[in-house]
């Protein structure tokens, strides 16, 4: 009797062991040195990658945004004044995505994907993250179809093609917003996805320009990105690669896409205030160095791939 019993608990023992998971989770946390204007300075996440989104307590989320020896830079997304000095923080390993498809058409987001109006909650079953790398030459297709923007003196002397990239530049009030506008109406049938992206425009603002679209039934193909002014400078800094990450989803899915950032020197503003915080070294006019290459990157997204 005693021998069946032992053989029964050494065979339960030996199921257990096989069966046994390791219920070790390995976290990487910082503490808050400091935080102030959506900044918040983070001691010691050694593993922190640039880009990576990290928690914060009260479900504030922050990206790596500067790497230095000792701690890192991190733009919070989200109400900063909830963080204080000595808070503790997570590493995620996931870099900073956004909600992207079919599901956005016809709404007002932010930045994060998060609705603005009052369609209620966005089911989006598909992310992308914000950073990604332009495709590269042998990708691209010969820009050959043009894109009609329904003015005919720019269709006529210097017509727009599919996959090109144009700039807008005029005084105040000369009607560079009117232009962009009357280009997305235009597109109406044409089965083209319009994005309009509004980085520090007043609330107001972008409150008429979307009631204007939904008269002209415009707001059936278009999504609007908007981080008003009074927002922070972390949300303005990443509203336009918010707004090109939801039209590559389209683009790769074989779609034509019109994408407006309306304006990119209230996005360079944004950027330089961020990487004064972070004490980036400044140059000309107190803007950073990268800041070129922050708008290259932006515009080198926009392309018009091959058939393959």
Same mark, same amino acid.
């Given at each position: 009797?005693?021998?069946?019993?032992?053989?029964?608990?050494?065979?339960?023992?030996?199921?257990?062991?096989?069966?046994?998971?390791?219920?070790?989770?390995?976290?990487?946390?910082?503490?808050?040195?400091?935080?102030?204007?959506?900044?918040? #300075?983070?001691?010691?996440?050694?593993?922190?990658?640039?880009?990576?989104?990290?928690?914060?307590?009260?479900? /504030?989320?922050?990206? *790596?945004?500067?790497?230095?020896?000792?701690?890192?830079? /991190?733009?919070?997304?989200?109400?900063?004044?909830?963080?204080?000095?000595?808070?503790?923080?997570?590493?995620?390993?996931?870099?900073?995505?956004?909600?992207?498809?079919?599901?956005?058409? $016809?709404?007002?987001?932010?930045?994060?994907?998060?609705?603005?109006?009052?369609?209620?909650?966005?089911?989006?079953?598909?992310?992308?993250? /914000?950073?990604?790398?332009?495709? $590269?030459?042998?990708?691209?297709?010969?820009?050959?179809?043009?894109?009609?923007?329904?003015?005919?003196?720019?269709?006529?002397?210097?017509? !727009?093609?599919?996959?090109? %990239?144009?700039? !807008?530049?005029?005084?105040?009030?000369?009607?560079?917003?009117?232009? +962009?506008?009357?280009?997305?109406?235009?597109?109406?049938?044409?089965?083209?996805?319009?994005?309009?992206?509004? #980085?520090?425009?007043?609330?107001?603002? *972008?409150?008429?320009?979307?009631?204007?679209?939904?008269?002209?039934?415009?707001?059936?193909?278009?999504?609007? /990105?908007?981080? $008003?002014?009074?927002?922070?400078?972390?949300?303005?800094?990443? +509203?336009?690669?918010? $707004?090109?990450?939801?039209?590559?989803?389209?683009?790769?899915?074989?779609?034509?896409?019109?994408?407006?950032?309306?304006?990119?020197?209230?996005?360079?503003?944004?950027? %330089?205030?961020?990487?004064?915080?972070? %004490?980036?070294?400044?140059? %000309?006019? +107190?803007?950073?160095?990268?800041?070129?290459?922050?708008?290259?990157?932006?515009?080198?997204?926009?392309?018009?791939?091959?058939?393959?």
């Amino acid at each position: 009797m005693s021998k069946i019993k032992v053989q029964e608990m050494t065979e339960i023992i030996k199921k257990q062991i096989k069966s046994f998971e390791q219920d070790v989770k390995l976290e990487n946390i910082g503490k808050v040195l400091s935080v102030g204007d959506g900044i918040a #300075i983070v001691y010691g996440l050694q593993q922190a990658m640039m880009g990576e989104l990290l928690e914060f307590p009260h479900d /504030v989320k922050g990206l *790596v945004f500067n790497l230095e020896e000792h701690h890192v830079g /991190v733009i919070l997304l989200g109400e900063s004044d909830k963080i204080k000095e000595g808070d503790l923080v997570k590493t995620t390993k996931r870099i900073f995505e956004v909600p992207v498809g079919e599901e956005l058409l $016809g709404r007002v987001v932010n930045p994060l994907g998060e609705p603005l109006d009052a369609g209620g909650p966005i089911n989006a079953k598909h992310f992308l993250p /914000v950073e990604r790398r332009a495709q $590269g030459v042998m990708q691209r297709g010969s820009i050959n179809a043009s894109m009609e923007t329904g003015i005919k003196v720019i269709d006529a002397l210097v017509p !727009i093609g599919r996959g090109q %990239r144009e700039l !807008i530049i005029g005084d105040r009030q000369t009607g560079k917003t009117t232009l +962009a506008v009357d280009t997305i109406l235009n597109q109406k049938g044409k089965n083209t996805i319009c994005i309009y992206v509004a #980085i520090g425009q007043k609330e107001s603002s *972008v409150s008429t320009l979307v009631q204007l679209f939904e008269q002209h039934q415009a707001m059936e193909y278009t999504i609007v /990105v908007t981080a $008003g002014a009074s927002r922070e400078g972390t949300l303005l800094y990443l +509203a336009p690669f918010a $707004g090109v990450t939801m039209g590559e989803y389209f683009m790769e899915k074989g779609k034509d896409v019109l994408i407006v950032y309306d304006d990119l020197s209230k996005h360079a503003v944004a950027y %330089r205030e961020l990487s004064l915080l972070l %004490r980036r070294p400044p140059g %000309r006019e +107190a803007y950073p160095g990268d800041v070129f290459y922050l708008h290259s990157r932006l515009l080198e997204l926009s392309d018009r791939l091959n058939d393959k």
